[in-house]
């Protein structure tokens, strides 16, 4: 559990760091399209993984039954 507490942690601090590409993407607006793709790439990789999941409880069930 301390591990995790600790990634968490330096993860939250590397969020918070302000720096000049930020402000950059703040400034201009660009921060919403760098969202909007990661957004995607999840989304689109939750859904592979379900998917997947989904193939591969049937190809076991298949199995099971033969």
């Given at each position: 559990?301390?591990?995790?507490?600790?990634?968490?942690?330096?993860?939250?601090?590397?969020?918070?760091?302000?720096?000049?590409?930020?402000?950059?993407?703040?400034?201009?607006?660009k921060?919403?399209?760098?969202?909007?793709?990661?957004?995607?790439?999840?989304?689109?990789?939750?859904?592979?993984?379900?998917?997947?999941?989904?193939k591969?409880?049937?190809?076991?069930k298949?199995?099971?039954?033969?």
């Open positions: 559990m301390r591990k995790y507490s600790l990634i968490l942690m330096f993860v939250s601090l590397f969020a918070m760091a302000d720096s000049a590409v930020n402000d950059f993407f703040y400034s201009s607006g921060i919403y399209v760098v969202i909007a793709v990661l957004v995607i790439i999840f989304s689109l990789l939750a859904y592979y993984l379900v998917r997947l999941d989904k591969i409880t049937q190809v076991e298949d199995r099971n039954e033969a």
